[in-house]
């Protein structure tokens, strides 16, 4: 009773501040099988405080965006034998934050986030499918720590039935996703999800294009819509045989305005990257030596994608990365979105006439003896 009081009159204070800020959002929450615990919402780092398993936190918003609030307590990570964590969606609870929004969380916190936002509209939209996902996930990461904590005790029939079964939980989340979308991509949660499936690959670009156009116009200022609007155009703009797109910008390591016409008349290795991805620096002086063994015939441009400007300056200048380099901004600079990039690095090879020749994701020696073919192919 004296929960059900405390969490009335944070209801009630709510509604007063949300009336006086537009700009303000509000979050309310009360879980079971918790009493105290630290939680951070991510949007602006917003720390919470669960006290007998009620919490409340309030921020200002100017735009939608979804952050997730993770709640420190032991029995959700997916501590991984090595020390690290295999991250799951459903170790925390998620939210659909924007301005004026009066969200409620309710459920509980076993080994995973059974917990879910509500709002009498957006966030309801999303948690009706997290409802039903996140028990799925949370089966499937558990397999993942099996085979992390007993791969060299775990008998091969153990292992076989386990692959099964993941692979059968893996499958339900997949078609439980797409089946939200054909239903409800005309959402916050709807957009949100595309853009993130499109993040991750596990949807087609043909099908992004598709359920776009069943997107309210209500959702086009959203920045997942004019996102995923932007990679749909990249996608069909920088198919093999087409001419790439321009890159025009002054966010180089000296300021200077960089044109990729310029490099016309040399065939040019577009390296998208970034200073977080292991494997792109790895792949680095395989490429330089490339592009010195084609002296005269190749460059190369470096598009990164990366934390801030600072930091990728520093690294060209750190690691001397004697080639073209341009950082890739937001909106029009965004040329991560432009090229439909979804995975690092990607590398494309352009003709001397700027033409696509070949693209490929990944860091592997069959890249360089395909484009030495194609390279030898035209002199």
Not at 151 to 180: C, G, I, N, T
Not at 229 to 256: C, F, H, N, W
Not at 325 to 350: C, I, R, S
Request: hydrophobic share 40%.
């Amino acid at each position: 009773m004296k929960n059900q009081l405390i969490l009335i009159g944070i209801l009630l204070t709510s509604a007063t501040l949300l009336a006086q800020n537009p700009n303000e959002f509000m979050v309310t929450g009360s879980l079971k099988n918790i009493t105290d615990a630290k939680a951070s919402i991510e949007y602006n780092k917003i720390a919470v405080e669960i006290t007998n398993g009620s919490f409340s936190a309030r921020s200002e918003i100017t735009e939608p965006t979804v952050a997730r609030m993770f709640i420190t307590d032991k029995r959700l990570m997916k501590t991984a034998k090595s020390g690290g964590y295999y991250p799951v969606k459903s170790m925390n609870i998620w939210l659909i934050l924007y301005p004026g929004a009066n969200i409620r969380v309710k459920g509980e916190i076993s080994d995973f986030a059974d917990a879910y936002a509500y709002d009498g509209g957006e966030n309801d939209i999303l948690s009706g499918l997290h409802k039903e996902l996140f028990p799925l996930l949370n089966a499937s990461v558990n397999i993942d720590l099996r085979f992390d904590y007993e791969k060299d005790s775990m008998p091969p029939e153990v292992k076989a039935k386990l692959e099964k079964e993941k692979k059968v939980l893996d499958e339900k989340a997949q078609k439980l996703r797409l089946k939200f979308l054909e239903k409800s991509v005309s959402s916050m949660a709807g957009v949100w999800l595309l853009n993130d499936m499109v993040i991750r690959s596990q949807i087609s670009m043909e099908e992004v294009d598709r359920l776009l156009k069943k997107v309210d116009k209500k959702y086009f200022s959203t920045s997942w819509y004019i996102g995923l609007s932007d990679r749909v155009k990249g996608y069909k703009s920088t198919q093999v045989g087409m001419v790439a797109p321009e890159i025009i910008t002054r966010l180089t390591p000296d300021s200077t305005l960089f044109e990729l016409k310029s490099m016309r008349g040399k065939f040019v290795i577009i390296d998208f990257w970034g200073t977080w991805c292991g494997p792109c620096i790895a792949g680095m002086p395989r490429m330089k030596e490339f592009r010195d063994k084609h002296a005269g015939k190749v460059l190369i441009l470096g598009v990164a994608q990366d934390r801030s400007f600072e930091v990728w300056k520093k690294f060209i200048e750190t690691h001397k990365l004697n080639w073209k380099n341009v950082f890739a901004g937001k909106g029009a600079e965004d040329w991560v979105l432009k090229y439909n990039v979804q995975g690092f690095p990607t590398k494309l090879l352009l003709s001397p006439e700027g033409v696509i020749l070949y693209r490929f994701t990944g860091e592997e020696e069959g890249f360089y003896e395909t484009i030495e073919k194609l390279i030898n192919a035209r002199l």
